[in-house]
């Protein structure tokens, strides 16, 4: 069994993912599985705009001293596996646009608006209908109204709705739960360590593994880094990839250090990696779950 990595290549890693990396590797690692890393480039148009990016991601996770097992998988070439899983499952044809779902659903969840099935009973003709306004449809899967509980190593038994959540997007591209689902799947992840905002994503993918026959995955969601307002971390907090600190003058052991004294670990020293079995026991740190508050890394 396996834990992974699985980041989307449109922007170079940053300090949090770079953390998250590290702590997904030490919980695999440290518990005798596999890990694995993943290159989730399914939105070929953003992937394209930002050229390089997958390559200097495996890079700035091999100079933090993370490996991985085995080739890296990229999802771009499992379209059509991805709509093959798709097609097993009880779907529809969904026509709505973004504004319509959001003007249709109640109070959002966070940031995720619950699909209120408007599509859900479209008859044979009203599909054609609406193919004849030149709507592409998305295929969404029916879910009946289902809740799932999963399991966080740190949040608990977390229940959630799941609604009839998109499979395939109208231009065809495989959504991310479905193609997220069917590769833990394939790729024997039992574990998924990821930041904290993908919690809410945990219950529906969860219902998702078990229609598709896979088993679900034990849960942890750490803490994501934050600015010092308080919004996840991005480009413009200035230096915050490994490669802009590096044109500071930092080393990747000292973006290392950092990261350590980010999750309250003891500093490791100047040519030292983080060990897996040596820092399993700090994985209870009461910071790793918590967010980072990333304040001026380079100062
Ligand atoms: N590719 C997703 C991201 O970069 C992570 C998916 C996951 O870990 O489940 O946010």
Redesign the pocket.
């Known amino acids: 069994m396996a834990g ?5 290549p449109t922007s170079d890693l940053h300090l949090g ?1 770079l953390r ?1 990396a590290l702590l997904a590797w030490v919980m695999a690692r440290s518990t005798g599985r596999g890990f694995i890393v ?1 290159i ?1 480039d399914l939105d070929q148009a953003r992937v394209k705009a930002a050229p390089g990016v997958a390559q200097r991601q495996l890079d700035d996770l091999a100079a933090l001293g993370i490996d991985w097992d085995g080739d890296v998988l990229w999802q771009s070439q499992r379209f059509d596996l991805y709509r093959q899983y798709a097609a097993t499952l009880d779907t529809y044809e969904c026509f709505c646009s973004r504004a319509e779902i959001a003007a249709a659903s109640q109070a959002p969840h966070g940031d995720y608006r619950p699909y209120p099935g408007t599509c859900a009973k479209l008859t044979r003709a009203q599909r054609a209908a609406r193919r004849g306004e030149g709507r592409a449809p998305a295929i969404r899967v029916r879910a009946g109204g289902a809740f799932m509980t999963v399991h966080d190593v740190h949040a608990g038994d977390v229940t959630g709705a799941v609604d009839d959540f998109v499979l395939i997007r109208g231009d065809g591209t495989p959504a ?1 739960n479905l193609a ?1 689902v069917v590769d ?1 799947g394939l790729q024997a992840v039992d574990q ?4 904290a ?2 919690l809410t ?1 945990a219950p529906r ?1 969860a219902w998702l593994a078990t229609q598709l026959g896979f088993p679900v995955p034990t849960f942890a969601h750490v803490g994501l880094a934050v600015n010092s307002s308080g919004v996840r971390l991005a480009k413009r907090d200035g230096a915050v990839t490994l490669r802009a600190l590096r044109e500071q003058g930092f080393e990747a052991t000292d973006v290392l250090g950092l990261i350590t004294d980010s999750l309250g670990w003891p500093r490791i020293g100047a040519n030292e990696l983080v060990d897996a079995a040596r820092h399993q026991p700090l994985l209870d740190a009461p910071a790793v779950w918590a967010p980072w508050v990333v304040t001026r890394p380079a100062s």
């Open positions: 992974r990595f699985a980041p989307t993912n998250t993943r989730e991310y997220v833990d998924v360590v990821r930041g905002d993908l994503s993918q």
